[in-house]
């Protein structure tokens, strides 16, 4: 046993309202700066929806992640071989369009235009290149299902549906819910394989994984690498980019921003303790047992067998009870609600999302618009996205995984409503517990952290230690004042 | 004199100023060495200059460097006609698919007004000199023949003679060739300017890559040693810092 401990992640999809409060404060953080002005770390997709850059998920395009190799697993599109092969040339890289082209706008031309007949406008120019452009895309072009017969129906995962399951298509039944992305600070990070400089790395100590700007020399592979595109190429600096997870804020004790700012509280943030001595072979095994095996790679922080092992690996007493306090291993281990986005890249994600349990349906009878429902909130099986869709965005295809979780929590829902309302049948509501193995009191602990919880609750950052480990990397007269992020020269190649 | 000029003084001072900048620019540069690739700005016109020219490039200085090294071998090679008259074609092969990627790569940097804002006043001179140096290289091939034969004769010397501090420019100096003399002098005006463009990124070709394990995890500090230790600093630094 080799335990390390990881920074981990759950978003709950059912709270999302889509208001890229977290994008912004991201934004306003990190990418406000030349040559990121198109990035976002911290993104919210639309879904069904191409997503950011277009068709990420199509690996068969970007070639990102893993692919089981016999025993093991080999990069897809990069790695030894075909990294260095490649090297001058990365035939699967997005370039710019992919993603879109940041404006801004002339705003002075408001204030300068001479007089004239005309209202005067401000035209928008492109932020690289300065010139007048005409708009293709932006951030979030797809937003709320904005043009769907183009976004939603290009949708990667709707590629695995049948003709009946695309009814969702019908304009009284469309629906979408939201997918807020950040990087996954994977176990079996792809992009930290893929950097042929060795720039990239995971941090022993919360499992951040990082970009040293030093070492970066511009190979783009990690562009490639990161199935979910969460790696950015900065034009201007010529050197790639990633969500840092705030580390300063971190050490710091502090929620990341996009998790402090997040309006709905769909966010939560806590230790995981987990097996390193298991990676390869979780990362390499059936597609089917993915999501339960990468659950089980996470271990229990009370085992006492644990806690000798990872006091033995140098984790801290203060870390270790983090990790029994944490949500994200309720969430993750001891509930099983939340699930991985995409396991079948085989980084072995640490960010995890509890599906949206999406309201009951109506339905089109003889051309009469219907929305009756025999129950109060329609069956799981009535879901207007399609079961194999959120499948194919959480477990690899296995819809029984996310039935699963979706009758969890319409039990939860049934529990509470019998609780504080009292007007559903006492025996259904035992029967939903039953069939997901749901105690009362497990219910209303559910019920409590997704509804109720503190900023204390949704947050259980282990101390740093920050004042002690400084002194290992600095001498930390010579450093002060020096904090924050940005660059020290300019990027110029030449003179 | 000008011979005492272009072939003994330039050399020293090209590789004295290659040795420092390149030295100093890694160690207190070390955000800077790199190319500044504009793949992410325009992908698909470089795919048709960058590959020729770069893997043109590759195998014409790994040909160089092993008629510099090895002549005799070399010389033996071409003991037969058909095997001279393969290396003298792939040779040149290459050297036409450099010229074309290079002026693919020129082309896509005048038409592309993305690429243009990327471009630096050093990236000028270096398509300069890479347009001479290729050029004059492909005319000494076309119009001296069978340069990987009298390479030993007259270039092998002369470099030898640069590199153990003797030099000796006689036979470099007598040759009537004005290709081969603009071949050298570019040749040594292009290490003369490695340090100041992006021509730096050759030097951190990654090969370390090869025997490197796939994942890297760095821990900053070892918790048990800062506290069971006295000392100001503890340790080596971590590699990351």
């Avoid at chain 1, 329609?378 to 079961?387: C, F, K, N, Q």
Wanted: proline share 5%; aromatic share 12%.
């Amino acid at each position: 046993m080799n335990i390390r401990s990881q920074i981990a992640m759950v978003f709950h999809l059912d709270k999302c309202i889509g208001c890229h409060t977290c994008s912004i404060a991201c934004k306003n953080i990190w990418t406000d700066r030349k040559g990121a002005e198109y990035m976002w770390w911290n993104n919210v997709e639309t879904k069904p929806g191409t997503g950011y850059p277009t068709k990420w998920e199509d690996q068969e395009t970007y070639k990102g992640g893993w692919e089981k190799n016999g025993d093991t697993v080999s990069l897809k599109g990069t790695g030894k071989f075909k990294g260095l092969k490649n090297i001058f040339h990365n035939p699967y890289m997005p370039v710019l369009d992919d993603y879109y082209e940041p404006w801004t706008y002339k705003y002075q031309d408001l204030f300068t235009a001479p007089e004239g007949d005309d209202q005067p406008i401000a035209r928008p120019v492109s932020l690289v290149t300065g010139e007048p452009i005409e708009i293709k895309s932006g951030p979030n072009w797809d937003d709320d299902l904005g043009g769907s017969p183009d976004f939603a129906r290009k949708d990667v995962n709707m590629e695995k549906l049948t003709p009946e399951q695309e009814a969702m298509f019908q304009l009284e039944r469309m629906t979408f819910h939201y997918l807020p992305r950040i990087c996954n600070h994977c176990l079996n990070p792809a992009c930290v394989a893929s950097c042929p400089s060795g720039a990239l790395y995971k941090r022993g100590e919360d499992g951040v994984v990082l970009i040293n700007q030093e070492r970066c020399r511009a190979w783009r592979m990690c562009v490639t690498a990161c199935p979910y595109k969460k790696s950015y190429y900065n034009w201007h600096t010529g050197k790639s980019e990633k969500c840092v997870l705030c580390y300063p804020r971190l050490e710091s004790g502090q929620a990341p921003a996009c998790f402090h700012s997040c309006v709905g509280r769909i966010r939560y943030l806590g230790v995981l303790l987990y097996d390193a001595d298991k990676i390869e072979a979780v990362a390499s095994c059936k597609e089917e047992e993915l999501v339960d095996r990468h659950i089980d790679i996470y271990v229990d922080p009370f085992d006492p067998a644990v806690i000798e092992a990872a006091t033995a690996n140098g984790i801290a007493m203060s870390t270790i009870e983090a990790a029994q306090k944490s949500p994200v291993y309720k969430f993750v281990k001891l509930w099983k609600l939340a699930l991985p986005l995409h396991p079948e890249y085989r980084t072995l994600p640490n960010l995890f999302y509890v599906p949206a349990l999406l309201p009951g349906m109506a339905s089109v009878q003889d051309g009469i618009y219907n929305s009756t429902t025999k129950s109060l909130w329609g069956g799981i099986d009535t879901t207007r996205l399609p079961m194999k869709y959120l499948a194919s965005l959480f477990s690899a295809g296995n819809t029984e995984k996310v039935a699963d979780v979706l009758k969890k929590l319409m039990a939860v829902r049934m529990h509470r409503r019998g609780v504080t309302v009292g007007d559903l049948k006492a025996d259904e509501i035992s029967q939903a517990m039953k069939e997901t193995n749901l105690s009362g009191n497990t219910a209303d602990e559910i019920f409590r952290l997704t509804s109720l919880a503190t900023f204390d609750d949704r947050f259980v950052i282990p101390p740093a230690h920050r004042e002690e480990s400084i002194e290992m990397l600095e001498n930390t007269a010579d450093v002060k004042g020096n904090t924050g992020f940005g660059f020290k020269e300019t990027p110029a190649r030449g003179l | 004199m000008l011979n005492q000029l272009l072939f003994v003084a330039l050399p020293y001072v090209a590789l004295a100023i290659f040795l420092v900048g390149s030295i100093y620019r890694y160690l207190y540069k070390g955000f800077k060495v790199s190319s500044l690739s504009s793949q992410f700005l325009e992908g698909r016109q470089l795919f048709f200059g960058s590959q020729p020219f770069h893997w043109g490039l590759f195998f014409l200085f790994f040909g160089h460097l092993i008629a510099f090294l090895f002549p005799s071998t070399v010389i033996a090679w071409n003991g037969q006609t058909v095997r001279l008259l393969i290396l003298e074609c792939a040779s040149f092969a290459f050297g036409i698919s450099a010229l074309w990627g290079l002026f693919a790569l020129i082309t896509r940097r005048l038409t592309n007004k993305r690429v243009q804002i990327v471009t630096s006043k050093m990236d000028v001179v270096v398509y300069l000199v890479l347009l001479v140096q290729i050029i004059s290289g492909l005319c000494v091939a076309y119009f001296n023949r069978w340069g990987s034969n009298w390479f030993a004769a007259f270039l092998t010397p002369y470099l030898r003679s640069i590199f153990v501090f003797d030099p000796q420019i006689d036979a470099i100096s007598t040759v009537n060739s004005v290709w081969l003399k603009i071949h050298v002098v570019s040749a040594f005006s292009i290490i003369a300017i490695i340090p100041f463009t992006r021509f730096v990124h050759f030097l951190v070709y990654p090969v370390d890559y090869l025997w490197r394990s796939y994942q890297q995890v760095i821990w900053n500090w070892d918790r048990r040693s800062i506290r069971t230790s006295r000392a100001h600093q503890v340790g080596e630094k971590s590699k990351n810092n």
